[in-house]
């Protein structure tokens, strides 16, 4: 499978700074990214579409101005937490996923995660 | 509207036994579905998936699942469990034509040898 990675592994910051997560796509180039963020215990919720060259399509209840995304080139997608706060703690994963094959028809590739604790 | 529901928040199983997570779900339309594995603090590995053809889908480490559609069901199977399984697992699915994946809430496997 594709291979997909994040940095950082693992953020810690102060209440109120931002903090910016990279996602790259290393095996090949990907339109379409995803954010998805996951509590303790909990599934995976998606946040948002990033398409690179337009911009990102965010679900319902996720603030665009808080979660800024960027997918600057055809292999990075870079999601930005402004201001973050305590309840902004969370795992944050990006995928990316597979059209190598029948566009319609892929399974995702996800990244390792970034684990974002907010003091 | 997509959902998948995992009922059991936790599975226990004995090395060696085999092992069944449970997954239900509800699309307009025919289903791919998907299982993926997350061990802590690691991002989701695919596991498997069914398009269409054979009900009965193996993918890696060993795993199956089978397709029911009068029952909705896309269960996870194994017919011989390992320590090392122990894991949280997610199944996912989603509607042809529609990208994004919708996931259940996750089920943690504990094997103990």
């Known amino acids: 499978g594709a291979v997909v990675s994040q940095h950082p592994s693992w953020v810690i910051c102060k209440s109120g700074t931002s903090v910016k997560i990279e996602c790259r796509s290393l095996d090949f180039q990907a339109t379409t990214m995803f954010w998805y963020r996951q509590f303790p215990k909990q599934s995976l919720m998606l946040m948002a579409t990033s398409n690179e060259g337009s911009k990102a399509t965010y679900e319902q209840g996720v603030e665009k101005d808080k979660f800024l995304i960027n997918h600057a080139s055809l292999t990075l997608s870079t999601l930005t937490v402004t201001s973050a706060h305590p309840e902004d703690s969370s795992f944050y994963i990006c995928?990316?996923?597979?059209?190598?094959?029948?566009?319609?028809?892929?399974?995702?590739?996800f990244g390792p995660g970034t684990r974002l604790t907010v003091l | 509207a997509q959902s998948v529901a995992q009922p059991e928040d936790q599975v226990n199983v004995a090395e060696g036994n085999p092992l069944t997570v449970k997954c239900t779900y509800s699309v307009s339309g025919n289903p791919y579905l998907f299982w993926y594995v997350q061990y802590p603090n690691r991002g989701l590995q695919f596991l498997l998936k069914y398009i269409t053809g054979d009900n009965l889908v193996k993918g890696s480490y060993g795993f199956e699942a089978e397709f029911n559609k009068s029952q909705t069901s896309f269960h996870l199977k194994k017919p011989s469990a390992l320590v090392s399984d122990s894991a949280l697992y997610f199944c996912?699915?989603?509607?042809?034509?529609?990208?994004?994946?919708?996931f259940g809430k996750g089920t943690m496997l504990l094997v103990s040898p």
């Open positions: 996912a699915v989603r509607s042809a034509g529609y990208s994004t994946l919708t």
């Open positions: 995928s990316v996923p597979n059209h190598f094959q029948d566009r319609d028809i892929n399974e995702q590739f």
